[in-house]
């Protein structure tokens, strides 16, 4: 089975390009726009591996809904990785302290975001 891949971010062309550079690699992706769709999703289609942007509209931002995939017992294997423009280092410690396992900053390398999902893929645990 091959691992589900979701994408959370706002902009669209981010999740293009992100799904584009994913599409080498033998994964299976999801896209969401929003915090709030990407919790919705994450129960239905329970991917292994959340690739998170941390600015987001709406009432969930990126941490937040990190914080809650990793508080959720069913979830809470997810291997999530931010993706992001907000690149200090309080930044990092915030996605870090939120339960991030990677943290990656815009304009990101394709090759380590690949080498990222690669090493996610890996380690990922199918969630029931």
């Known amino acids: ?3 589900r891949v ?3 971010d706002d902009q669209e062309d981010i999740r293009k390009l992100v799904h584009m550079t994913l599409d080498i690699g ?3 992706v999801f896209e969401a726009d929003s915090g709030e769709s990407a919790l919705e999703m994450m129960h239905r289609v329970k991917p292994g591996i959340v690739l998170m942007d941390i600015m987001m509209p709406g009432e969930i931002d990126g941490l937040e809904a990190c914080r809650r995939i990793k508080a959720d017992p069913v979830l809470a294997g997810t291997l999530i990785a931010m993706l992001t423009a907000r690149g200090q280092q309080a930044d990092i410690d915030a996605g870090k302290a939120a339960g991030a396992d990677a943290y990656l900053v ?3 390398s394709p090759l380590q975001l690949l080498d990222t999902v690669n090493h996610f893929a890996t380690q990922a645990k199918p969630l029931n």
Do not use: A, N, R
């Open 106 to 108: 815009k304009p990101f």
């Open 1 to 3: 089975m091959k691992p």
């Open 26 to 28: 033998d994964v299976e």
């Open 6 to 8: 979701l994408i959370v």
